[in-house]
């Protein structure tokens, strides 16, 4: 590696408007032009910015939640989708990469969500669709779990980039998937957390993990979380008093920078909206190495050794394969889906048996 990118990243503390999947992929339009107005190259977003965290997972049981279920499948996304289009054209239009959490709806099946995180290039492409591995506690009730073919690092202007949603950032061999792909800067997306245990403080959570991930790795790591909105409180409290209060809980977002001496390079952001921006020099990740590098000479892979598939979970195989193939996704591009056109012979009209000529 000749070149080591040094750019602003921007890392986004914002609420998304509420299960308003256009209005919020305008709002992250408006917030990728002006981070990229004040120089940032790199723009981070919370985790399913568009268009919202089902927070009455853990507020109401389930039954009495099941309509807001529906509700935030109306909310939610298809990858690829017009309001993924709106963030495409942002980056675009800016030359800036962009991270951002969405709900992605499961093309097999109206029972699957996926928890996705969208890495678009600065032309506008999208480079990768990671779905969370793993939902963390109550968020089970919603999402479906990911696999391991989206656990990607991305070759991209800003440098070799992957990206983790929320509390896979705990996950130690998730995190050293994407060190052992060579990732030199990671984006970690969170929600707010008021709703957590009363002796677990959220963003220090945030810090502690962020700082680890930066420090073991020797690399950037760009945290973003949104903050809790009226709107939020509004439907996950259901009219309850006690809830809604329970939702206003301090210290429950967190947003910054850290470099690979585990400090923020700028003072990082509380439950305020707002966006955090900070130095990228990715030439502070050499020197850092020579001491302690854990996916090269700071360690034995003849001792441990990491097995990562790839291989992509659907529902059905079929052998020999059929059309239409079972359409899971994530597909980047609508001409990286399966041909769901019949078979040409499919198509062609059928004639009927000639009858028997006479006999003579």
């Not at 120089?39 to 927070?55: C, W």
């Not at 709106?86 to 969500?113: D, F, K």
């Not at 245990?197 to 991930?213: E, F």
């Not at 001792?303 to 659907?314: G, I, N, Y």
Request: with cysteine; net charge neutral.
């Amino acid at each position: 590696m000749d070149d080591f990118p040094r750019f602003t990243a921007a890392a986004v503390q914002a609420a998304p408007v509420y299960l308003d999947p256009a209005a919020t992929a305008a709002k992250a339009a408006s917030i990728i032009r002006e981070a990229a107005g004040r120089g940032a190259r790199l723009v981070v977003f919370p985790e399913v910015f568009v268009a919202g965290y089902p927070y009455w997972n853990w507020t109401m049981n389930p039954v009495a939640a099941s309509p807001l279920y529906e509700r935030l499948y109306r909310a939610s996304v298809d990858v690829p989708g017009p309001h993924v289009d709106v963030l495409r054209a942002a980056a675009a239009a800016t030359g800036t990469t962009v991270v951002i959490g969405v709900n992605e709806r499961g093309r097999h099946s109206l029972g699957v969500l996926y928890n996705s995180v969208l890495t678009i290039g600065p032309d506008g492409a999208v480079l990768g669709v990671h779905r969370k591995l793993v939902p963390t506690w109550a968020e089970k009730l919603t999402w479906t779990p990911g696999d391991g073919s989206s656990v990607v690092v991305h070759r991209t202007p800003v440098g070799p980039l992957g990206v983790l949603a929320c509390g896979e950032n705990t996950n130690t061999l998730a995190r050293f998937a994407l060190l052992a792909q060579g990732e030199l800067v990671h984006a970690a997306n969170y929600i707010a957390l008021p709703v957590a245990p009363a002796d677990y403080d959220m963003a220090h959570a945030i810090a502690l993990r962020t700082a680890a991930h930066a420090f073991e790795g020797k690399l950037f790591s760009v945290v973003a979380c949104s903050p809790v909105s009226e709107e939020m409180i509004e439907v996950a409290a259901g009219g309850d008093p006690a809830t809604a209060d329970r939702m206003r809980r301090p210290r429950s977002a967190l947003s910054g920078i850290y470099g690979p001496d585990g400090n923020p390079v700028t003072e990082p952001l509380v439950d305020a909206e707002g966006v955090v921006y900070g130095e990228v020099d990715l030439a502070r990740c050499v020197q850092s190495k020579q001491m302690h590098d854990i996916i090269g000479h700071y360690n034995r892979f003849d001792v441990f050794r990491l097995h990562h598939d790839t291989t992509p979970t659907t529902p059905l195989v079929q052998e020999p394969p059929a059309r239409p193939a079972p359409v899971t996704g994530p597909w980047v591009r609508e001409e990286q889906a399966p041909d769901r056109r019949p078979p040409a012979s499919a198509t062609r009209s059928r004639r009927p048996p000639r009858a028997a000529e006479p006999a003579g």
